[in-house]
């Protein structure tokens, strides 16, 4: 009997110890109190999913060697709590194809907002990388918030696909002559034009090649400039390209074929026109 009593009076007492240790801790924050309140981020979002980096310019260009900013705006909502102030709400870019971060930065606060009474800081800011406009493929978007406790926020991530659609030039209404009689001395001259458009309005070369010359990779260039006494060209910039071939009294009378082509700043190759020029000797 005496045993029992004894054991019962042991818990008892370890009861008390117990209830004192645990009030002398309550205020005491442990490492894994599940009662802190870290933020919450949500409603990440982008002002484009799909980025057509062929409407880029660069020094008002194309090139698919250049180097362009892409510029993608970001918000997000952080739930506002009253233990802790946001610090910081922090974001980086990364390829998907190798997960190298290509870019880190800082979203600035923009407003507060109410929702179904619950109060939101929204954060805004943009995406600022430098990148080639021949690389393609899907990018991923992190945000985090941190508050001034160092305590991190849940982590919200988004993608956007970087594409090319750029359309090639196309070339049309070939005007030039079929048959050309060669003077006695001097020179003739006639005139070749053409209709030339882009889809993206970056024409960079018109030309024609003389497949039966000793170089048929030669380039001969025409222009849209409105140079009427060099080149032919009566209006500037209409897309009417022109351009003036001087053929000698001594040139070899035969068939001459000539191929037209176009050519834009992102290396596309329009469709090509070939036309059967036939020079005779003057009777």
């Known amino acids: 009997m005496k045993s029992y009593f004894q054991n019962k009076n042991l818990k008892y007492l370890l009861s008390i110890i117990f209830?004192?240790?645990?009030?002398?801790?309550?205020?005491?924050?442990?490492?894994?109190?599940?009662?802190?309140?870290?933020?919450?981020?949500?409603?990440?979002?982008?002002?484009?999913?799909?980025?057509?980096?062929?409407?880029?310019?660069?020094?008002?260009?194309?090139?698919?060697?250049?180097?362009?900013?892409?510029?993608?705006?970001?918000?997000?909502?952080?739930?506002?709590?009253?233990?802790?102030?946001?610090k910081s709400v922090i974001f980086s870019v990364m390829n998907q194809a190798d997960n190298v971060i290509i870019e880190k930065g800082e979203l600035i606060y923009n407003r507060t907002i109410l929702d179904n009474e619950v109060s939101f800081d929204e954060y805004i800011g943009s995406t600022n990388f430098r990148i080639q406009r021949k690389v393609v493929g899907l990018f991923l978007l992190k945000v985090v918030a941190i508050d001034q406790n160092e305590n991190?926020?849940?982590?919200?991530?988004?993608?956007?696909?970087?594409?090319?659609?750029?359309?090639?030039?196309?070339?049309?209404?070939?005007?030039?002559?079929?048959?050309?009689?060669?003077?006695?001395?001097?020179?003739?001259?006639i005139l070749f034009t053409l209709k030339a458009v882009d889809p993206n309005n970056d024409i960079k070369e018109v030309y024609f090649r003389s497949l039966d010359s000793s170089d048929p990779n030669r380039k001969f260039f025409l222009y849209d400039n409105g140079n009427l006494s060099l080149y032919g060209d009566s209006t500037a910039n209409d897309g009417i390209y022109s351009?003036?071939?001087?053929l000698p009294y001594n040139m070899i009378a035969k068939a001459y074929r000539f191929e037209f082509e176009a050519k834009d700043y992102t290396e596309l190759l329009s469709n090509k026109l070939q036309h059967t020029l036939i020079v005779v000797k003057s009777q």
């Open 19 to 86: 209830l004192l240790i645990a009030a002398c801790e309550k205020n005491k924050q442990s490492p894994f109190d599940v009662n802190i309140i870290v933020p919450f981020i949500q409603e990440l979002k982008i002002s484009n999913y799909v980025i057509d980096t062929d409407t880029i310019r660069y020094n008002n260009q194309f090139s698919i060697e250049d180097t362009i900013v892409i510029n993608n705006r970001i918000t997000v909502k952080v739930n506002k709590n009253n233990i802790s102030h946001t």
């Open 243 to 246: 351009i003036l071939v001087a």
């Open 152 to 189: 991190y926020s849940n982590v919200l991530i988004t993608s956007f696909e970087l594409r090319r659609s750029g359309k090639p030039p196309i070339i049309s209404n070939l005007n030039a002559p079929d048959t050309v009689t060669l003077p006695t001395s001097g020179q003739k001259v």
